[in-house]
């Protein structure tokens, strides 16, 4: 006997769901060009694409468990019965939702590797982020060195105006003393 298909049908909208869910996460990965800061933002989406795949993995493995202990009843020998199963043709019907349950399945594993993917591409771009941002630091503690030597050597010019100015001031006859 089938589990209730009401139960089926949520089970497959939910699906269905999580899987655009999926697509808004790479979606994040591939609008990194526009805002080069959006790595922690794509980390925090992979998290949850991350959670909603393992959850959409168990709901289809419940699906295709109870899909596999499934068997339909004969109509009988009541012709109302044979033409209601004629017009549902739950046979089919039941059999097309095996098939996309496990089409449904080989997209989640495929958005597993796809994650891990993801996951590796957002590892080389903070690398390389912070690999600049070392190469950045390194630059201006280089450009803050030359100002100081710098700013050194102005300094011990301007000592040498100061002593040159004392000197001449120091040779002027003083306005006082004639």
């Known amino acids: 006997m089938c589990p209730c298909p009401s139960h089926l049908a949520l089970y497959v909208i939910f ?20 805002d080069p800061n959006s790595v922690s933002n794509v980390r925090k989406m992979m998290a949850d694409v991350s959670r909603g795949v393992i959850l959409l993995d168990e709901c289809l493995l419940y699906l295709e468990e109870s899909l596999a202990h499934c068997s339909l009843a004969g109509p009988g ?20 939702l095996r098939r996309r349950v496990a089409d449904m399945r080989k997209n989640v594993k495929g958005a597993s590797v796809e994650l891990v993917s993801i996951q590796k591409m957002t590892g080389v771009i903070s690398d390389t982020q912070q690999g600049r941002m070392q190469d950045v630091l390194a630059l201006s503690a280089s450009r803050l060195n030359d100002i100081q030597k710098h700013a050194a050597d102005l300094q011990s010019l301007l000592n040498m105006v100061k002593t040159f100015i004392t000197g001449q001031c120091a040779r002027l006859p003083s306005p006082r003393g004639n």
């Open 77 to 96: 020998q009541d012709k109302s019965l044979q033409l209601l199963a004629s017009i549902l043709n739950s046979g089919v019907l039941l059999e097309s």
């Open 15 to 34: 699906s269905e769901s999580r899987i655009s869910h999926l697509y808004t996460g790479i979606d994040l990965v591939l609008c990194y060009r526009q």
